[in-house]
């Protein structure tokens, strides 16, 4: 009988369903950041784009009745708020570092002023692929219950890596990043790259916070990020700015997140903090590892933290 | 002689950041106007509840405080040209180092007691960014990622030591540490409500400020933050300032742990960590990291975190309406901060007329 | 229709305003002139003020006003009185427990004239109620939690908390006849005292119907993360669990993810039956209306703390209406329905005893003797650090 077999069998169901579950929002997040680093451009930002886009996505779809257009105006207010911060950090004499700071405390303004009418209601939840249907075991069914968006995500990962490495835009991209001056000379407008970059960007983040309150957990409230936004900038260089690489430690974050409770759900409970800090712990643990002083990260931008 | 002919550019100084703080609350009263609040009662009851009495004038200071001792956490690596944003965890590092102390020496006179925890306080919070400093220079991991992420961690050290080892077992429902003894607690300025930390921030500010424009030492980061080569070539020991440096951005930081451990809390639990950090990192950027300015900077993101408490008693607007002001507030400034030099007003008249074809600015 | 005050501009405002006057003051003082209005209060009292003696009362919350939680608990207590004639309320939200919280507490109390205030979070009590009290003697201080000690705290400040366990009981009961599984399922922040009450109450009302049922529970460690809390509920609805209830500050998720998942559920803080409308069984909610209403009575019929005529510390459970039990969901049964009413009715004319030996914690130790009775007021079940018999979990 399923009951039995429950027990040893549900934390790997959990760990797995929790990734499932939970990595969309840092897939679409450090997918965004990814391409704005790789302009030469960091953006701090994005965990207020994320807030208003969980909260205008959430707002929308309550208000309209179709989660898919609260995804978009997700994606339009992400839109805004990286056309600002991509306006606002190319300008001479202003930090890419402070405006992102700054951009954290306005878009999570905007994102609860504006949201405090959408607290209680109940807005309509994006659908999901039932992987799982084939199933009789319901821990499994519910395992694999996965979201369009997370499959979207999955898609962009390699198109991202391929539009860097193979397409004239990529190259654009990558050459602004690496080094503006050359780009400059190529005839390439630094300013505009860098600016589609940013709020193509902040776009994709954006969805990320469509995926928190339209899908997973679902709801809207001034709580719901824990800190994913800042979390992508560490994921990205975690990723060595390789989209496909974001993927993987996307799941790995996402999963991360589902071993404290479910550890605790067969009664591990030793060190719950330090069990919520352990992704921090490793991705500090893997940069110590695999930095240098002597050569820049394979992969990183050359103009990235430099003012130029 | 000299600062009459440069006028000018002092002027533009001081009117740029004037001109910017006009120009937000223009912004964020389009704001509440589209959202039906009289924006005039909004500017009324900003004025009113940040600088319109000595009654508010104590709020804000009371919110500036810690900020500028965090300020400082940023401002000072940002000489060398490394961007810290490890503030709440040295923060939150420095009052457990302070709770920790004042625990161990609580028998000795509060004098000494105080001293003990500023100490502990200042050396926990600095080795915490020292060690940022170092992942850097030895190991070349960048220090804004690293110190972000030794903030997550200092925060999960200060819940498992608080509802851990260090609990104080009658703190049922709000797991503590055991609380200071009262003689020891850090006491207000007299005739007034604003704690000592204050003076904390301002002494620290200063020296900061002296430190770094007017001493050898200062001038050694200044050169390693202009160029990194050059500074090495020129015999800089790079390490030993950068380490230097970080320890001392930590040790502020982490001082402003102890003043909220010893003045506000007078116990160490989870209360520590309010955010006072991310504010420090905004306010030394607005600053230019200048330790002067943000002294200065201090005191008007505490006069807005006071209105923010006075649009909601007073007008209703709901609490979030402080976070969008304080946004558009800092990226008005920001915006402001490129136009330095832009603005022929302010350009000074020495150059003779001929050239004047040649240095029309870059629009 | 908002009704409009006769508004002025307090003379002695302006007066500090012209010596703080700054470089800053000088260009607001010119919008301070054509402000038409200088309002006080936003709040729109039912009946006109009575002529100088309105109460203006100050309330104070942590987080969001409407999460569906504890800060809304209060908030509707907040609604209640200041529908009363002659009562003002100010409130301010996401108020941190910081030295914020001493200055919202000085401002209600010298700007918007504040003589009652409600500073609703429990950790605002020590040291920021404490040190604000003491200096004011002459504003009352009514603070949720029941940390009042004689002797030891200013006698302007008073407690008040509610035995919502009681609530928790029943709700155990509904749950354990409505369980297939016999899992249980419960969702804490943090092990402290007040949670870990809650979470044996409702493991005993479980285990007084079916004895073999078991709680499940998962502290996350905070009072409001969304995704670790749905996290949490996912893994235990994996382990089988088929009713699922919380403690944290939202239990939106919770309530939200248990519908989802086709499991039943139990409400807590206020009533959630329109976020499940399937699955949801009953609820423990806070009636702070009814206590609040007594404080504004007593308030204006001149008693004060500091002379005794308002008691320090109020408590009370289901009996005192402190809080009542969510009105049953269609999942219930009759024969559930009239079993756990049957116990409502012995908690309303308190003969119930929840806490009454032999009792043993999931260690096997035993924590209350044979023939002891704990009652509800006992001060030991207020240091409570141990799960009874029947959780599944641990506190360390």
């Known amino acids: 009988m399923a009951a039995e077999t429950a027990d040893w069998l549900g934390v790997p169901l959990a760990i797995i369903g929790g990734t499932l579950r939970g990595s969309a929002p840092f897939l679409f997040v450090s997918l965004g950041e990814c391409l704005t680093e790789k302009s030469g451009k960091i953006n701090l930002g994005l965990e207020g784009t994320l807030l208003t886009g969980a909260m205008s996505a959430y707002a929308v779809s309550y208000l309209t009745g179709s989660p898919w257009l609260g995804v978009l105006a997700a994606g339009v207010a992400g839109l805004c708020l990286g056309a600002i911060h991509a306006w606002l950090s190319q300008r001479s004499g202003v930090s890419d570092v402070a405006v992102g700071i700054a951009m954290i405390v306005f878009g999570s303004g905007i994102a609860f002023f504006f949201g405090k009418a959408f607290i209680q209601p109940q807005a309509p939840q994006l659908p999901i692929f039932e992987f799982g249907a084939w199933s009789n075991y319901p821990p499994l069914q519910s395992a694999l219950q996965v979201s369009p968006l997370l499959l979207i995500g999955i898609a962009i990962a390699p198109i991202m890596q391929w539009f860097f490495k193979s397409t004239r835009w990529g190259l654009y991209v990558r050459a602004v990043g690496d080094s503006p001056s050359a780009a400059r000379a190529m005839g390439i407008s630094v300013f505009w790259v860098r600016f589609l970059a940013i709020t193509i960007g902040s776009f994709l983040s954006a969805i990320g916070g469509a995926c928190l309150s339209l899908y997973y957990p679902g709801i809207w409230s001034e709580n719901i990020s824990s800190g994913q936004g800042l979390m992508a900038v560490a994921l990205v260089i975690f990723a060595r700015w390789q989209p496909m690489q974001c993927l993987w430690a996307a799941l790995l974050f996402g999963g991360a997140q589902a071993i404290g409770p479910a550890l605790q759900s067969v009664g591990v409970t030793s060190f719950r903090y330090l069990f919520n800090a352990s992704p921090y712990i490793f991705t500090l643990i893997i940069m110590i590892i695999t930095c240098s002083p002597k050569r820049t990260l394979a992969g990183s931008p050359g103009a990235l933290g430099t003012n130029e | 002689m000299n600062v009459l002919s440069s006028w000018r550019s002092l002027s533009e100084k001081i009117i740029i950041p004037i001109a910017a703080l006009i120009l937000s609350l223009v912004v964020f009263g389009i704001f509440c106007a589209l959202n039906g609040t009289n924006p005039f009662a909004v500017y009324s009851v900003i004025y009113q509840s940040a600088f319109g009495s000595a009654f508010s004038w104590q709020g804000t200071l009371v919110r500036a405080a810690p900020l500028m001792l965090t300020a400082l956490c940023t401002a000072l690596p940002a000489r060398l040209g490394l961007v810290v944003i490890g503030n709440e965890g040295a923060l939150v590092m ?3 180092g302070a709770i920790a102390a004042g625990l161990a020496f609580s028998s000795l006179p509060p004098l000494v007691v105080q001293i003990a925890m500023a100490i502990a306080a200042i050396i926990l919070g600095g080795i915490w960014i020292m060690g940022v400093g170092a992942l850097k220079y030895y190991r070349g991991v960048n220090e804004t990622i690293s110190s972000l992420l030794m903030n997550y961690i200092a925060i999960a050290i200060l819940n498992t030591l608080v509802e851990g080892p260090m609990r104080d077992p009658s703190s049922l429902n709000k ?3 055991y609380p200071l003894l009262e003689v020891n607690w850090l006491q207000s300025i007299p005739g007034s409500r604003v704690h000592f930390g204050l003076i904390y921030g301002l002494i620290a500010c200063v020296i900061a400020y002296f430190l770094i424009q007017r001493t050898t030492f200062g001038f050694g980061v ?15 020991p790079v390490g030993k300032l950068t380490l230097a440096v970080c ?30 950090g991310y504010s420090g990192i905004l306010v030394a950027f607005v600053a230019r990291n200048n330790p002067l300015a943000s002294v200065l900077v201090a005191i008007l993101l505490g006069g807005l975190l006071a209105s923010g408490s006075g649009l909601q008693r007073s007008l209703g607007l709901n609490d979030a309406s402080v976070l969008v002001f304080q946004g558009i507030v800092f990226l008005v400034i920001l915006f402001s901060e490129s136009m330095y030099g832009k603005l022929d007003f302010f350009k000074d008249r020495q150059v003779p007329p001929k050239i004047t074809p040649s240095t029309q600015p870059i629009a | 229709m908002k009704d409009e005050k006769p508004l002025y501009i307090p003379r002695r405002q302006i007066i500090r305003g012209i010596i703080a006057s700054t470089a800053f003051g000088v260009t607001s003082q010119l919008w301070t002139g054509c402000t038409p209005s200088e309002p006080t209060t936003t709040d729109t009292t039912a009946t006109p003020p009575a002529s100088g003696s309105e109460l203006t009362i100050g309330f104070i919350f942590v987080g969001p006003k409407d999460d569906f939680g504890y800060n809304q608990s209060h908030f509707q207590g907040q609604g209640v009185i200041s529908q009363l004639a002659g009562v003002k309320t100010v409130d301010e939200a996401n108020v941190p427990e910081t030295a914020t919280v001493q200055e919202t507490m000085l401002s209600m109390i010298n700007q918007n004239g504040a003589t009652v205030l409600f500073p609703t979070s429990f950790g605002y009590f020590d040291p920021h109620i404490l040190k604000i009290a003491k200096e004011n003697p002459t504003v009352q201080f009514l603070h949720c939690g029941g940390m009042y000690k004689e002797g030891v705290h200013p006698t302007n400040v008073g407690s008040y908390y509610g035995y ?19 899992k249980l399922g419960f969702v804490a922040a943090k092990p402290i005292p007040q949670v870990l009450r809650n979470i044996n109450s409702y493991t005993l009302g479980a285990r007084s119907v079916n004895p073999t049922a078991t709680v499940q529970v998962i502290f996350t460690g905070d009072w409001s993360i969304p995704v670790k809390e749905a996290e949490a509920a996912n893994s ?3 382990q089988g669990v088929d009713v699922m209830t919380c403690h944290v500050d939202s239990p939106k998720v919770v309530i939200e993810t248990a519908e989802k998942r086709k499991i039943f559920c139990t409400g807590y803080h206020v009533d959630q039956s329109q976020l499940a409308p399937n699955g949801f069984l009953t609820g423990s909610e806070w009636n702070w209306g009814k206590v609040y209403t007594t404080y504004v009575e007593q308030v204006k019929a001149g008693k004060t703390l500091a002379d005794g005529g308002i008691p320090h510390l109020v408590r009370g459970g289901l009996k005192e209406e402190f809080c009542k039990l969510s009105s049953y969901g269609s999942a219930v049964t009759d024969a559930t329905k009239k079993e756990a009413d049957a116990v409502l009715a012995k908690f309303m004319d308190g003969t119930m005893v929840i806490y009454a030996g032999e009792i043993k914690d999931n260690t096997g130790k035993i924590v209350i003797a044979k023939d002891k009775k704990l009652m509800q007021t006992d001060p030991t079940l207020e ?4 799960l009874v018999e029947g959780v599944v979990g641990k506190i360390g």
Do not use: Q
Request: glycine share 14%; proline share 1%; net charge neutral.
């Open chain 2, 175 to 177: 797991p503590s540490t």
């Open chain 2, 94 to 96: 420095g009052g457990i």
């Open chain 3, 383 to 386: 240091k409570m650090d141990w």
């Open chain 2, 222 to 236: 200044r050169t390693a933050g202009g160029n990194i080569r050059a500074a090495k070539i020129a015999g800089l």
């Open chain 3, 236 to 238: 235990m609805v994996d």
């Open chain 2, 247 to 276: 320890f001392l951005a930590g040790s502020c930081a982490g001082l402003a742990g102890m003043v909220e451990v010893a003045a506000i809390h007078h116990r160490a639990n989870a209360s520590l960590n309010t955010g006072y």
């Open chain 3, 164 to 182: 919502i366990d009681e609530a928790e009981y029943i709700s155990g009961i509904v749950a354990a006849l409505t369980t297939k599984s016999g």
